[in-house]
């Protein structure tokens, strides 16, 4: 007869130690891949909440229509304003400056209805508008490089403005992209009068549109646009889409996010297993004790499953307040990559998930060592000390359903099946692959022969002999060091990226909308104040790809449905060139290149990857608008280009005969000997602004600190959700370590009867856990390296970089930890009374 739930209830909760003695290593292991998965969760929720509801300001509109070099013609205008109000405006760099100073803008010309959505707060806590007259709103950053106050004039091109203001918020800043430059917002018509809006000058024209009610959706406007302006170059975005790159960003950092908190609960369940394994063993006698007394092995399973439970649940919850608690810091530490609100966020459906796979998790990994303790008679379970206990296939098939539960779980609650499923797929394919490793180690360590000296003979006779815990200790130790190398390797192959030789390449200087005939002139300015400056230039103009492929049977863009894969350059327009020598950096792998001046048939030189991806070969035809203006060329031939050059790269180089009528004018890189001194490349900057105001100069050294602080964001991003493996790794190797030292009672005592020193018994466990975990390093460095790897350059499509060193040392402090760790867990073992230990077992 079965014990009534609140009789087991009672022996369960008398039995549990207020301190949960014995279940901590199952409460730490819940707890970690809980808090996780919350934060994880909280975490993309709250973002894509934010970019969800904010749409509409952080784009500026419904809807942005963006072209280049050009403005809308009156046929465009009039079919855009029949959706709604309309809101236009340029974007370009600049030149600001004063008689003593210069400075590169990013120069943002708004007309009176910006913004239509959201407002411009400025430092002195005004709300305010478009700026009128020659009134500027300025950034700090820019104010100070100006020396200039609020008030005071300085010019921008051939126009002066006056500073009226200092911009705090600026709504729409996230749509607008990476900054080479700090804002200045003046009011539409003022670029024109600063003569930077000549033809064949680089800008952008932006045009929103605030929906009128009753008009579609986005997306259906979308479509009726480049349907009715199929050769028009536009760019169009969303509100839906209104930050591509935010939306790319947290795309990455949700995937990547989504491994980790996957891993965590691969190496939580491990721990889990382990502990329960433990705890059980340590309960054995009162197991014993329960059936001699008519307990039947239901009744096993209610009480210890009521404690399990409880632990587990416990550990669940309390994952979920750390999981919210830590929100703010991750978010604190992504301010300025993505929109996500300060403060505690509360996203019910992300923590319910996450205390389920909690739950599912101490289910899955628990059952097998509950299920396997019912089932044998209380002789047997006195005597497992010593004789250990069979496999109990019934236990292992619980643990199989809960884990295809889990499997489950993840793949209909992802955004990214294939990623969870491959992941999924790979970590159990990993637990496979230790398995076989366990089993091979002991057979290897039974046939290998017998050393000569008795610790170590000890110490493989260990990891052979009937009961040995070798399995488990590989699995944990096995997973437990991988989390190590992926912790490593990923940071480092950030720091790798961060740290490229782009900064010892990069040009100082790169300078647009240099006129044709002010070459010369140029080169002379640049060079009365810098002898030895390399200064190259090359034309340089915008236009969209039309059509490409066989003369015969060209594929028009907009007949596409959608853009293949690495085809980026068919949307929109793109820079284009044209050269009578292949470009430094550049390799031709297919075709050959014109001679200087050449004069026959229209001729084109596409980028190799671009080529592949539409399937674009040499003597097919390529088609592009300049502005208005359909132009075809033949594929001469197909480059590899060397895109971290940072000098001028183009998808599309024309031959000379091509484009070079086209309205244009040139870009410039210029390389100072040594990098120069600050006040010399002050003079250098007004000179140019005083020869050529409508140029317009970016500084190359202010994009790449720019670039490091975004990617050191997402650095310690990685690196604080990548130590969560750690810590269940830790906590894993911990559990190994505390369970395995419970089976070593026994030995141990015997050891010491037999006349064993302290430093032998100790020297034994540190031979034994050496020999392990030496072997299981190469295993640990492949799956970690592997996992890293993915994560590096599937997920954010960095290069792959790690520093092996940084690699290596951080495997050899987890090896050291594993050393200590067993160290630490064999003290109590040499305290422990033979007396009693023996009686006990």
């Known amino acids: 007869?079965?014990?009534?739930?609140?009789?087991?209830?009672?022996?369960?909760?008398r039995d549990l130690n207020a301190r949960f003695r014995g279940l901590r290593l199952l409460l730490v292991c819940i707890f970690l891949g809980t808090a996780a998965l919350a934060a994880i969760g909280t975490l993309t929720t709250a973002i894509a909440r934010e970019l969800a509801a904010s749409g509409q300001e952080l784009l500026g509109g419904d809807l942005e229509v963006t072209v280049w070099q050009r403005d809308l013609s009156p046929a465009e205008r009039e079919a855009m304003e029949a959706y709604g109000r309309v809101s236009s405006g340029f974007r370009m760099q600049a030149m600001a400056s004063t008689p003593d100073s210069a400075a590169p803008v990013e120069l943002k010309a708004v007309d009176a209805r910006w913004p239509m959505f959201g407002q411009l707060v400025l430092a002195d806590g005004r709300k305010v508008g478009a700026p009128t007259g020659n009134d500027a709103w300025i950034a700090r950053s820019a104010l100070e490089r100006l020396g200039i106050r609020v008030g005071e004039s300085f010019r921008i091109g051939g126009a002066t403005v006056r500073a009226a203001g200092v911009i705090a918020d600026e709504p729409d800043r996230l749509s607008e992209g990476f900054q080479l430059g700090p804002t200045i917002i003046v009011a539409a018509d003022m670029p024109a009068a600063a003569g930077l809006t000549q033809p064949g000058a680089l800008y952008e024209s932006k045009h929103r549109i605030a929906f009128r009610s009753g008009v579609g959706s986005p997306d259906a406007v979308?479509?009726?646009?480049?349907?009715?302006?199929?050769?028009?170059?536009?760019?169009?975005?969303?509100?839906?889409?209104?930050?591509?790159?935010?939306?790319?960003?947290?795309?990455?950092?949700?995937?990547?996010?989504?491994?980790?908190?996957?891993?965590?609960?691969?190496?939580?369940?491990?721990?889990?297993?382990?502990?329960?394994?433990?705890?059980?063993?340590?309960?054995?006698?009162?197991?014993?004790?329960?059936?001699?007394?008519?307990?039947?092995?239901?009744?096993?399973?209610r009480i210890y499953a009521m404690q399990i439970g409880v632990a587990a649940l416990a550990g669940s919850l309390a994952g979920l307040v750390a999981g919210v608690a830590v929100t703010p810091l991750l978010a604190r530490a992504l301010a300025g990559l993505l929109p996500v609100a300060s403060g505690f966020i509360i996203a019910p459906g992300a923590l319910a998930l996450a205390g389920a796979y909690g739950l599912l998790v101490a289910f899955a990994f628990a059952a097998a060592p509950l299920l396997r303790a019912r089932t044998f008679p209380a002789m047997a379970l006195m005597r497992s000390g010593i004789v250990p206990l069979a496999r109990d296939w019934r236990a292992l098939a619980a643990t199989a359903l809960g884990l295809a539960a889990i499997c489950a779980l993840a793949l209909l609650t992802t955004a990214q099946p294939m990623l969870s499923g491959g992941f999924l797929a790979g970590a159990g394919g990993a637990l496979a692959l230790l398995a076989v490793l366990g089993w091979a180690i002991q057979a290897t360590a039974r046939r290998l022969p017998r050393p000569a000296n008795p610790l170590l003979r000890s110490a493989l006779a260990n990891i052979h002999r009937p009961g040995a815990p070798t399995g488990a200790l590989v699995t944990a130790l096995g997973f437990g060091l991988a989390a190590f190398v992926l912790l490593a390797a990923v940071q480092s192959a950030i720091d790798g990226n961060i740290a490229r030789r782009v900064p010892n390449e990069a040009p100082d200087y790169f300078v647009l909308d240099v006129p044709q005939d002010g070459e010369a002139r140029f080169g002379e300015v640049v060079r009365s104040q810098f002898p030895a400056a390399k200064i190259r230039s090359v034309p340089t103009m915008r236009g969209a790809i039309l059509a490409y492929g066989p003369k015969d049977r060209m594929t028009r863009v907009a007949d596409r449905k959608e853009i293949p894969e690495g085809a980026w350059a068919l949307r929109g327009e793109r820079g284009l060139t044209y050269a009578d020598t292949a470009p430094p950096g550049n390799r031709v792998t297919e075709g050959q290149w014109w001679s200087p001046f050449h004069r026959g048939e229209p001729l084109v030189s596409v980028d190799a990857d671009f080529a592949k991806a539409v399937g674009l070969k040499v003597g097919d035809y390529l088609t592009v608008s300049i502005l208005g203006v359909e132009r075809t060329a033949r594929v001469a031939s197909l480059r590899e280009i060397d895109w971290e050059s940072m000098g001028f790269n183009f998808t599309l180089v024309f031959s000379r005969n091509a484009i070079s009528d086209a309205p244009h004018k040139l870009a410039a890189t210029i390389e100072l000997p040594d990098k120069g001194d600050s006040e010399a490349q002050g003079r250098l900057l007004r000179a140019l602004v005083k020869e050529m105001p409508s140029s317009s100069v970016i500084e190359v050294g202010g994009i790449l600190v720019e670039a490091r602080k975004l990617l050191e964001q997402v650095s310690l991003a990685t690196l604080a959700a990548a130590a969560v493996t750690v810590l269940a790794g830790l906590a894993v190797l911990m559990g190994a370590i505390a369970a395995a030292r419970a089976a070593r009672t026994y030995d141990t005592v015997m050891l010491r009867v037999m006349g064993a020193s302290r430093r032998q018994i100790l020297l034994l466990q540190l031979a034994e856990y050496g020999l392990l975990a030496g072997v299981l390093a190469l295993v640990a460095l492949l799956l970690g390296g592997g996992l890293a790897w993915v994560v590096i350059t599937q997920l954010?499509?960095?290069?792959?970089?790690?520093?092996?060193?940084?690699?290596?040392?951080?495997?050899?402090?987890?090896?050291a930890l594993v050393l200590a760790f067993a160290l630490a867990g064999s003290l109590p073992l040499l305290r422990a009374k033979p007396a009693r230990a023996l009686r006990e077992l």
């Open 1 to 13: 007869m079965s014990l009534p739930l609140k009789a087991a209830w009672a022996i369960a909760r």
């Open 222 to 301: 979308e479509a009726a646009i480049t349907r009715k302006f199929p050769n028009a170059g536009f760019n169009v975005r969303t509100r839906d889409k209104a930050s591509p790159g935010a939306e790319r960003f947290v795309r990455q950092m949700s995937d990547f996010l989504t491994l980790v908190g996957l891993a965590a609960l691969v190496i939580a369940g491990i721990g889990i297993a382990g502990g329960v394994s433990s705890y059980l063993d340590q309960r054995r006698a009162s197991i014993a004790t329960l059936k001699v007394l008519g307990a039947t092995s239901g009744d096993i399973v």
């Open 796 to 815: 954010f499509e960095f290069d792959w970089l790690p520093d092996w060193g940084e690699v290596l040392g951080v495997l050899g402090l987890g090896l």
